[in-house]
């Protein structure tokens, strides 16, 4: 039977390595879209904390993000000014289902349909309560699935599985 260090540190070595895995191809991308990562709606909250150094593993640029610091509130101007090409609500301890609900809301904020992400089609809702909202191991899980959501070519194992998806669903 193996002791519990052993077991910890196997652990370790294998959510290290899902990392190492996503930064050595994202390496290989030239392409950093901007992307918002939205930790809540009414009024507008920026991530902070892991959240923009996740998007920047990940292959993409948070222009509103505040890395290692905590999430804050900004005005909805900035977000139309930063024009990013790919929006995840990520609200805090908030599932897929009440993203979706969310999402009916942004929708009527004022100029949201010119933003690059909502005339593209690439607004995503994730399951934040499960894998964004909490530090500890599933953090890797919400690398992976931003990797599927920024370079859905190069990471296809983490794209969404479709409107029924648990973690990730494409809204929009």
Do not use: T
Request: hydrophobic share 40%.
């Amino acid at each position: 039977m193996r002791c519990v260090r052993e077991r910890a540190d196997e652990l370790i070595r294998n959510l290290s390595d899902r990392v190492e895995n996503v930064r050595e191809r994202v390496a290989k991308i030239s392409d950093r879209p901007r992307c918002f990562l939205m930790e809540w709606l009414d009024p507008p909250f920026c991530s902070g904390h892991w959240g923009p150094e996740l998007v920047e593993i990940a292959g993409g640029h948070d222009l509103l993000g505040r890395k290692h610091l905590p999430s804050a509130q900004i005005e909805w101007l900035q977000v139309l000014d930063a024009r990013p090409e790919i929006i995840v609500l990520a609200l805090c301890g908030f599932d897929i289902d009440r993203g979706r609900r969310d999402y009916e809301l942004l929708r009527r904020f004022p100029g949201f349909g010119s933003i690059p992400a909502a005339a593209g089609g690439q607004v995503h809702v994730v399951n934040a309560s499960a894998y964004f909202a909490r530090p500890g191991p599933r953090i890797v899980d919400s690398l992976e699935i931003l990797a599927g959501i920024l370079h859905p070519g190069e990471f296809p194992e983490f794209v969404s599985h479709g409107p029924d998806d648990r973690r990730v669903v494409r809204i929009g």
